[in-house]
Nanobody
């Protein structure tokens, strides 16, 4: 009974900035790793960024220096700050998280619905 609700997607000009948010809700005991993936038309889904509950993060080489991942554990929310956006960043961005539900014996992986990011002039 976990929902990952995303917000912040939209249309932005090249060189612009955008911040994506993803909040996990439900009968949650704990949220572990949180991630952002993206998928462009005709391409495989790829990992963009990841962050542990302790704040250790990973960024794909293609976005290093431009994107930043962060989280607010009190809100069970992960953010993706995107700057210096390029047309090739255009994709559907998906939130992903490992969540341990109350009453469950293990954590499971959940996905958000995806949000469109379009970089175009």
């Amino acid at each position: 009974q976990v929902q990952l609700v995303e917000s912040g997607g939209g249309l932005v000009q090249p060189g612009g900035s955008l911040r994506l948010s993803c909040a996990a809700s439900g009968s949650i005991f704990s949220v572990y790793d949180m991630r952002w993936y993206r998928q462009a038309p005709g391409k495989d889904r790829e990992l963009v960024a990841a962050i542990t509950s302790g704040g250790i993060n990973h960024l794909a080489d293609s976005v290093k220096g431009r994107f930043t991942i962060s989280r607010d554990n009190a809100k069970n929310t992960v953010y993706l700050q995107m700057s210096s956006l390029k047309p090739e960043d255009t994709a559907v961005y998906y939130c992903n998280a490992d969540v341990w539900l109350r009453g469950s014996y293990s954590a499971q992986k959940y996905w958000g619905q995806g949000t469109q990011v379009t970089v175009s002039s």
